[in-house]
């Protein structure tokens, strides 16, 4: 066996899941298009309609998102009044991100994207219950 074969690209679960992760996001791209959604913004979405209202740095840490990449995906959402944030009135330095009433009428057109990629998925015989599952007991190793 070759020593270094544990080097070879096709060997790494890194890779794997980063190419798997741009295909899948590639697949939601076309069925968040019509919302004026990226995927980010969608994820964010996601959040906010299962909180409707969260402190910006747990939605960081439940998004797995750095500030840098979150506040711009924030401040987008502001702007096409889905979402809005003010600071806490005690402490300046806590900043919360609220669902507006647009956000929450979104949610009702937007059912039809995971239900969407759902179908996608089972074309090609894919068992998500067992894959989401097993990518869930994964990330949980980092938490």
């Keep these: 066996m070759d020593k270094y074969n544990k080097l070879k690209l096709d060997n790494q679960l890194c890779f794997s899941l980063y190419a798997l992760s741009r295909e899948v996001i590639k697949l939601y791209k076309p069925l968040l298009d019509k919302y004026n959604l990226t995927y980010t913004q969608y994820i964010a979405m996601l959040v906010m309609w299962e909180k409707e209202k969260i402190i910006f740095k747990e939605l960081g840490k ?56 759902h179908s996608i998925c089972l074309e090609d015989g894919v068992d998500l219950n067992s894959l989401k599952s097993q990518l869930d007991t994964l990330l949980k190793m980092f938490n």
Aim: proline letters at 4%; zero cysteines; a negative charge.
């Design 62 to 117: 439940r998004l797995h998102l750095d500030s840098g990449t979150l506040t711009p995906v924030v401040k987008k959402l502001e702007s096409m009044e889905l979402v809005s944030k003010y600071r806490n009135k005690e402490d300046d330095r806590v900043v919360t991100v609220e669902l507006t009433e647009k956000g929450r009428l979104l949610k009702e057109d937007i059912i039809e994207v995971p239900e969407n990629m």
